[in-house]
Nanobody, 120 residues
């Protein structure tokens, strides 16, 4: 089994910063991708930032240089530094990984999500 756990959400004023962290653990042989998604009420889940299998980074268009994703491969941890937060960034943020497990299977795993609320 693979467990994905997020931390670091909370309430912040517009213009403020938050740092989210995510750790994947369990029977992981290899992490293919590791990403942050978000979902606001009434909206579809959308990619915020992530690492592709070749190590390159991807960001949602709305990020526009405000967020930075980083990772620690040794700990299967990915972090998201969010600066210049706006009220429209309010959402539940989910960590996702596509990983190969000890049973040789490749699956997608999601964390339970962490709430980010930005007040105006």
């Amino acid at each position: 089994q693979v467990q994905v756990v997020e931390s670091g959400g909370g309430l912040v004023q517009a213009g403020g910063s938050l740092r989210l962290s995510c750790t994947a653990s369990g029977s992981i042989v290899r992490i293919n991708t590791m990403d942050w998604y978000r979902q606001a009420p009434g909206n579809q889940r959308e990619l915020v930032a992530g690492f592709s299998s070749d190590g390159s980074t991807n960001y949602g268009d709305f990020v526009k240089g405000r967020f930075t994703i980083s990772r620690d491969n040794a700990d299967n941890t990915v972090s998201l530094q969010m600066d210049g937060l706006k009220p429209e960034d309010t959402a539940v943020y989910y960590c996702h990984t596509n990983a190969v497990t000890g049973w040789g299977r490749t699956n997608d795993y999601w964390g339970p999500g962490t709430q980010v609320t930005v007040s105006s």
